[in-house]
């Protein structure tokens, strides 16, 4: 008995289907394992310890974001001993959301720590490694702050590229935003220079280095969450918080606006006697 031509219409069909089913389906697992890489790329490229100097504590939160099978943009943050005795801090945000931005961010962070034993004076490594990072050859950038902490003097020299400013407290209830000129992402153009501001910290006072992912989502813009997190510093700093307890307090806030990009945050506080007036 001769088939139906639509029955044979819909078994084409249902096989047509079938086949674009199990073609997504490879596509999915794939995405999905490199959404996986990509977020082991960034977790182990990141510091497994952080320095230590006598009255100063450092703290670091990091939250990777990933929503089904897109992943954040490889921000990263770094802490180190120099050559010449003092800390470098540095926070920043690769320009993607692919493998290709974590392995990046890795070459980044490898570059800074290499340069600074060369020179450790901020803006001086961020134009080091921002021609660097255009020998390279790649259409990737990044944004970074770095920061040189001298735990004999508790000063802080800071030099920032395109990045998010610091937020700063001390213990008397002063608060803000760090206002340093800054220049452009590294990456973008050779032969750019980068400014450097000078701050001290205090007994109880903290300074919060960030990504935009902690203070700027769908629901929250970049100015709004800025001054959230300095809330939060002055309210650690005035209530002797520690600083694992601020980074923690700061990932938390960032996890309410609902990020859509990584999130990185890292603290410096001083708690030691304040004898170097």
């Not at 001769?2 to 999915?28: K, M, V, Y």
């Not at 450092?58 to 010449?84: E, R």
């Not at 937020?167 to 750019?192: H, N, Y």
């Not at 300074?207 to 700027?216: A, H, K, N, R, Y």
Request: aromatic share 6%; proline share 5%; with cysteine.
């Amino acid at each position: 008995m001769p088939r139906n031509r639509s029955t044979d219409d819909g078994d084409a069909l249902l096989a047509r289907l079938g086949a674009l089913t199990a073609q997504a389906r490879e596509r999915a697992e794939l995405q999905r394992s490199l959404v996986e890489l990509a977020v082991a790329l960034q977790r182990g490229m990141l510091p497994g310890d952080l320095p230590v100097a006598p009255g100063f504590h450092l703290a670091v939160q990091y939250s990777p974001a990933f929503h089904g099978l897109n992943v954040g943009g490889g921000d990263w943050y770094d802490a180190f001993s120099m050559p010449d005795g003092c800390i470098g801090l540095s926070i920043g945000d690769v320009q993607g959301h692919n493998i290709e931005a974590a392995a990046f961010m890795g070459q980044v962070r490898v570059g800074l720590r290499a340069l600074a034993s060369v020179t450790s004076e901020p803006g001086a490594l961020l134009a080091r490694t921002n021609d660097l990072l255009l020998s390279l050859g790649t259409d990737l950038f990044t944004t970074c702050t770095f920061m040189r902490l001298d735990p004999s003097t508790g000063v802080l020299e800071s030099a920032r590229a395109g990045h998010t400013p610091c937020v700063w407290a001390t213990a008397d209830g002063r608060s803000g935003i760090a206002e340093d000129e800054g220049g452009p992402p590294l990456g973008v153009q050779k032969g750019q220079e980068y400014p450097v501001t000078r701050y001290r910290l205090s007994t109880g006072g903290v300074f919060v280095l960030l990504t935009d992912g902690v203070v700027e989502g769908p629901s929250l813009n970049v100015d709004e969450g800025l001054d959230q997190v300095v809330r939060l510093a002055v309210v650690a700093a005035v209530a002797g918080m520690d600083a694992s307890s601020l980074a923690a307090a700061a990932i938390k806030g960032a996890e309410r606006v609902g990020h859509e990009d990584d999130a990185a945050v890292l603290v410096v506080g001083y708690d030691g006697p304040d004898d170097r007036q």
